[in-house]
Every structure is written in structure tokens, then in C-alpha cells.
């Protein structure tokens, strides 16, 4: 079992939809849930962070956490094609590790 | 402020050759970490220094080895590479060892291409 699963996509959105991107976690003892935005050929970038169970809004961007099923889902509202990138869960347990997913490919369709 | 930094960006290498990537991190920050990220797969934890010390080490072979100096910018070392060490390095700072401020901050990364 992989420490931290995403789906790999494509997962295809019209602009102005909500994209919904999910993660799940195999580490009880996490602590620190991260998605990073990777456009094509460029680093990642740090989007959100979440610590405690239940949603954090920034703007058009919602992450949600729920701990009890190792859970962790972004969502992007009013979608633009500048949001189609791939998007990387991350996950702490504390210590001096973070774990990446595989990522998953976001694209809006203009 | 300058973001953290990597040198350098592409670099093309033979088998068996070493190679030394460098990175310096955002100013205040203490911890860097190194990753490597292939084609097609998230970013693979290498190593962590925090405090010019080396708090964590990742399933990697004992050819990758870093260090971190004084003015917590650091090195990643690659001996006798291999054609699967062509990737993307990441270098990420973060003002902690990690926990609950352990949100990272990547440079643009080394591109290694080994033939």
C-alpha cells in the first residue's frame, strides 16, 4: 500500500466548474496535509496546508481533512484554464518527512 | 526576498561520472530537503539537514550523500551514476524540521540527464 495514493487522472473539467481532487493516507499518526500546484516542467508550488479535521477555504481553493478516513480532498472552485497543472498531495507525520502522492492531472476545458 | 535557489539547472552526465547539485535556502530558513522526482511520479524524499545536521534519510543508495554548511545552504552528491538517476532534484526549504510549520518551498531543480 502506497503511503499516500492519488488518482492519476486526466481528470478533465469545463472552466467554471468545481475541480475535486482526492487523497488518502496510510500514516494514523499524520499530522500536516499539504497540496502543491506543478505546472508542466516547473517545481512545485505550495497551494494549501490543513491541520485540523474539517475544510479551510483560500479563495477559489477548499481543502478538507478528515483524519477518521485518512482523507484529504481539494476542491477548486470556478475553474480556469490556469488551473490545469498536476496537483500533489503531501503528507507530515511530525517528523522530518513529508510524503508526496503520485499527483493528479487537472485540465479545464476553455 | 530571493526564493530558494538551485545550481545548476540542466546538467548532462555519463555513467559512472559523480556529480555535486547545490541549493540555497530562503533566507531565515533552517531545514533543506532534497528530493528527486522522475517523470510522471511525485517528488521522492532523499534527505533532510536541520541545523547542519541530518534529521532524516529517505530508501536511496549509499552513492547519494549531502551535507549542510554553516550558512544552511547545502550539497547533494551522486557517485557512479546510473542511467535511473536521470531526474528532476528538488531542493525545498521549510523554517522547521518539519511538523506543523514543515510547509516546503521549492527551488527550480537540477535537471540530471545521465547517458
Known amino acids: 500500500q502506497k503511503e499516500v495514493e492519488q488518482n492519476s487522472g486526466p481528470l478533465s473539467v469545463p472552466e467554471g466548474a468545481i475541480a475535486s481532487l482526492n487523497c488518502t493516507y496510510s500514516d494514523r499518526g499524520s499530522q500536516s496535509f499539504f497540496w502543491y500546484r506543478q505546472y508542466s516542467g516547473k517545481s512545485p508550488e505550495l497551494i494549501m496546508f490543513i491541520y485540523s479535521n474539517g475544510d479551510k477555504e483560500d479563495g477559489r481553493f477548499t481543502a478538507q481533512l478528515n483524519k477518521a478516513s485518512q482523507y484529504v480532498s481539494l476542491l477548486i472552485r470556478d475553474s480556469q484554464p490556469s488551473d490545469s497543472a498536476t496537483y500533489l498531495c503531501?503528507?507530515?507525520?511530525?517528523?522530518?518527512?513529508?510524503?508526496f502522492g503520485a499527483g493528479t492531472r487537472l485540465f479545464v476545458k476553455a | 526576498d530571493a526564493g530558494v535557489t538551485q545550481s545548476p539547472t540542466h546538467l548532462i552526465k555519463t555513467r559512472g561520472q559523480h556529480v555535486t547539485l547545490r541549493c540555497s535556502p530562503i533566507?531565515?530558513?533552517?531545514?533543506v530537503s532534497w528530493y528527486q522526482q522522475v517523470l510522471g511520479q511525485g517528488p521522492q524524499f532523499i534527505f533532510q539537514?536541520?541545523?547542519?545536521?541530518?534529521?532524516g534519510r529517505g530508501n536511496f543508495p549509499d552513492r547519494f550523500s549531502a551535507r549542510q554548511f554553516p550558512n544552511y545552504s547545502s550539497e547533494l552528491n551522486v557517485n557512479a551514476l546510473l542511467l535511473g538517476d536521470s531526474a528532476l532534484y528538488l531542493c525545498?526549504?521549510?523554517?522547521?524540521?518539519?511538523?506543523?510549520?514543515?510547509?516546503?518551498?521549492f527551488g527550480e531543480g537540477s535537471r540530471l540527464t545521465v547517458l
Open positions: 539537514y536541520y541545523e547542519k545536521e541530518e534529521r
Open positions: 503531501a503528507v507530515n507525520a511530525g517528523g522530518f518527512k513529508t510524503i
Open positions: 525545498a526549504s521549510s523554517l522547521s524540521a518539519g511538523g506543523s510549520t514543515g510547509e516546503l518551498f
Open positions: 533566507s531565515g530558513h533552517k531545514s
